[in-house]
C-alpha cells in the first residue's frame, strides 16, 4: 500500500544536494520546496529509497529525513503562499 512520502534535506555541497533531488525525482516525487518532496511510494520503495539516500550522503555532511504520511494527516495539509504582482513599467 502506497502512502504519502515526504522528503526533506539540508545538504551543504551542490552536486551532492542535485543528486539527492534526482534521486527522489527518479521515485516519482514532486518538489514542493527547494529542498522537500513529496509522493506515493510504498514501504519496499520507500526503503530502497532510504538506502539509495544513504549511500549518497555517506560520510557527508547533510540531513535528510523521510516521513511517511498517514491520509488524515495529508487531509490536514495547509499551504500558505504569497507571489508579488509583477512590477509595473
Partial sequence: M???TLVIYDIVDDRLRTKISETCKDYGLQRIQYSAFLGDLNRNRR???QQR???LLGKKEGNIQIYPLCDKDVALRVEIQYKPPPPRE
Fill in 2 to 4: 502506497a502512502v504519502q
Fill in 47 to 49: 526503503e530502497e529509497l
Fill in 53 to 55: 539516500l544513504k549511500r
